[in-house]
Structure formats: structure tokens, C-alpha cells
């Protein structure tokens, strides 16, 4: 099963990908937001190249674990992609994971110029790992 995950921003999408056994996720890219919710050939182009068995996006939450302010718009644009990608959709909370995925870069020695286009598909791996992880649980 390869699951495909999306940080959802208000510019860009963060993609990134499993492989085929469910075990690791990785960036794969980050596409302007209206390229993935029109349905773009760039957006196709990967679900077609990739082939994935379910989209998993990031949620929001706040420290508290209560639905952040940005959940309700990124809840409905998740389910706008999800129909126009006839996909099944699951949603794994995102907190830190941005700041996370910078820390990364920063660490690999990415100027904050150099991260900026890196920095939401890292942040998909990083919710996208930890959903995988908690399915080889179940």
C-alpha cells in the first residue's frame, strides 16, 4: 500500500510518499495550491506516476490538541482533492512538524532562501511517518 501525504498551506502543497510497503516516507515535492486543487496535469502526472492507495493530510491542532485555526479550509480542500482524485482520505495531525522539517534542513546546512521550497514536502514525510508507523501498530 503506498499512501501519499499533502501539507496543505495557503501557497504551496507539500507532497511526499510512501513506499509500496507501507515502511518509509519520503518528500517527493511542493506544488502551488491551485495546481493541486484544480487538478492539474502536474498534480496527475504524480498520482499517476506514483499510484497511491490513500492521501493522508496534515491537520492542524494546537498545543492543546483542539483543531487549529487554518483546520476547517485544509479539512474542505482535503476532501476537494480527495473526490477529484477518487482516493480514500485520512487525516494525521501535523503539530511541529514545519518546525521540525526547518530544524532538518537547517541541520543539512539549507539557508532559510534555500528550505523554502523543501520545507512543506519534508513536513509531509514527517506526519506521513508517523501515520505509517501507527498503522504497523494496529
Known amino acids: 500500500m503506498r499512501a501519499m501525504a499533502l501539507d496543505i498551506g495557503e501557497v504551496r502543497i507539500g507532497v511526499a510518499l510512501s513506499d509500496t510497503t507501507g515502511s518509509l ?22 498520482l499517476e506516476d506514483w ?13 492543546a490538541g483542539e483543531d487549529g485555526p ?3 479550509r485544509i479539512m474542505e480542500q482535503a476532501r ?15 503539530r511541529l512538524s514545519s518546525q521540525e522539517a526547518k530544524r532538518i534542513l537547517r541541520k543539512q ?11 512543506d514536502a519534508v513536513a509531509a514525510s514527517l506526519f506521513l511517518q508517523t501515520w505509517l508507523d501507527r498503522q504497523k501498530m494496529k
Open 70 to 72: 487554518q483546520a476547517q
Open 51 to 63: 499510484e497511491p492507495d490513500i492521501l493522508v493530510i496534515g491537520r492542524p491542532k494546537t498545543m
Open 109 to 119: 546546512g539549507l539557508s532559510e532562501k534555500k528550505m523554502r521550497g523543501k520545507v
Open 25 to 46: 516516507a519520503s518528500p517527493l515535492t511542493v506544488l502551488p495550491v491551485q495546481e493541486v486543487l484544480s487538478n492539474a496535469k502536474s498534480f496527475r502526472r504524480i
Open 80 to 94: 476537494q482533492i480527495a473526490d477529484a482524485c477518487q482516493l480514500p482520505l485520512t487525516f494525521q495531525d501535523e
